[in-house]
Nanobody
């Protein structure tokens, strides 16, 4: 059974940090490019960060320099380190994995940035 389970979300003050984790099971994690998406209320879902099977990363302009995506293939986990958080980062964050044949979504974790 394929699962992507996110954790680490919560409420944080502006300027704070959070680290999201996405634990994968049921597929060969190392062969999948992994991404983080987010969706704020009444907004389109957007790609936040992506990491390929070889560790190449790319980011949305809005998070460059603040967020870092990484993966640990031994733990079948992808991470999103979020620093200098802003209220506009408030959203449900979901992880996504694809080998360009099939893809999987996690259920999402809420991140709220507010004072």
């Amino acid at each position: 059974q394929v699962q992507l389970v996110e954790s680490g979300g919560g409420l944080v003050q502006p300027g704070g940090s959070l680290r999201l984790s996405c634990a994968a099971s049921g597929f060969t994690f190392s062969r999948y490019a992994m991404s983080w998406y987010r969706q704020a209320p009444e907004k389109e879902r957007e790609l936040v960060a992506r990491i390929t099977t070889t560790g190449i990363t790319n980011y949305a302009d809005s998070v460059k320099g603040r967020f870092t995506v990484s993966r640990d293939n031994a733990k079948n986990t992808v991470y999103l380190q979020m620093n200098s958080l802003k209220p506009e980062d408030t959203a449900v964050y979901s992880c996504f994995g694809t080998n360009y044949v099939v893809h999987y979504w996690g259920q999402g974790t809420q991140v709220t940035v507010s004072s």
